[in-house]
């Protein structure tokens, strides 16, 4: 007897056969911070008129869902500072119940923590990614030119209370954190967070800071972290992009995201959609695909889900990344507050 399996779209492949199974959603490229590595500090934001209604989000993620993304993560500018953001949280959720979606997750700076992280538990998020480069207040205050570190230590004690599953995101940023690696390494230990270094991406004017001067390759920080700590090697992989190893030492994991010394291109899963329904199938190219269009020009999904194909298909095989004296300027001039970090 033939059992009758229900048709499902076919799934999305790009050219250099990876299938498409990550989508990272930009909802707003506001911020309430201004950290130094990202933006500057009189950043213009985009019109409220060119950004997508909530329900759009909502109508063009659950058309990647359709199309066989499992993994879906909020971004920004700072997701939680969206007016209403958690209504699509609790609307993507239902993803999630119904088995179409293996994780809704979000990367959040954490200032709003302590006011979401039940609800976000709630929704089925089960673990979080929070941005800290620093846990000197006074160095955290100078990176982010906004923030508050209370304030998000605040939210971290609300997420571990909710359940989540925290990890916490560092930029390294030569002469400004790299004397803390050892001490994020022992915070994370001691609070049972997994830590991930990430080197500078060259995205975006960022006024009177040089990213040349800022960056430091994983590689240097690496070497520095194996002096004090013991990293066994994994296969622990959440989907994105950052190696992983195992600090012995303190049973966490600590992951390393090496777009320029050691890019990860080469099984990249993902893609990012903006706030404004502009698609982008690299994090490091210009190329992108207007979805907001052809999802405002029909009520039917199906001229939709035919430009997200459409867009597939151009994905490039990698980036283009570059940080050099000859390359001053930023490698994409869009920031990542508008691609979605």
Not at 39 to 67: G, H, N, Q, Y
Not at 77 to 92: A, C, D, I, K
Request: glycine letters at 8%; aromatic letters at 6%.
């Amino acid at each position: 007897m033939t059992t009758l399996v229900e048709d499902r779209p076919a799934p999305l492949i790009d050219p250099f056969a990876r299938a498409i199974s990550y989508l990272r959603v930009s909802v707003t490229d506001r911020c309430d911070f201004r950290c130094l590595y990202c933006m500057a500090e009189d950043m213009t934001f985009l019109p409220k008129a060119e950004v997508l209604s909530l329900e759009e989000l909502d109508r063009l993620c659950s058309a990647f869902v359709r199309l066989g993304v499992r993994k879906l993560r909020m971004t920004g500018g700072e997701p939680l500072v969206r007016r209403n953001v958690m209504s699509l949280f609790r609307g993507l959720s239902r993803h999630l119940r119904s088995g179409d979606l293996d994780e809704l997750t979000v990367t959040t700076n954490g200032s709003q923590l302590a006011r979401h992280a039940a609800e976000l538990a709630d929704c089925g998020v089960r673990r979080i990614n929070v941005s800290i480069d620093t846990l000197d207040p006074a160095k955290f205050a100078a990176i982010t030119r906004w923030g508050r570190l209370e304030q998000v230590l605040e939210g971290l004690a609300a997420a571990k209370a909710a359940g989540l599953a925290v990890k916490i995101n560092a930029v390294a940023l030569k002469g400004v954190n790299d004397d803390e690696f050892d001490r994020l390494i022992a915070w994370c230990g001691d609070e049972g967070f997994d830590l991930v270094l990430i080197e500078v991406m060259p995205m975006g004017e960022i006024g009177g800071e040089v990213r040349l001067d800022q960056y430091l390759p994983l590689s240097i920080v690496r070497a520095r972290v194996q002096q004090n700590w013991t990293l066994d090697e994994t296969d622990y992989r959440t989907g994105g992009p950052a190696r992983y190893y195992t600090v012995r030492e303190t049973g966490r994991r600590i992951g390393f995201i090496t777009p320029l010394t050691h890019n990860f291109c080469e099984s990249c899963n993902r893609v990012r959609l903006t706030c404004t329904g502009t698609l982008y199938m690299c994090l490091g190219q210009e190329d992108a695909a207007d979805l907001r269009a052809p999802l405002r020009a029909s009520d039917d999904d199906g001229v939709l889900e035919t430009a997200i194909r459409a867009a597939i298909r151009r994905k490039p095989k990698g980036h283009d990344f570059v940080i050099d004296r000859r390359r001053r300027g930023p490698a994409v001039s869009r920031h990542m507050s508008v691609t979605g970090g």
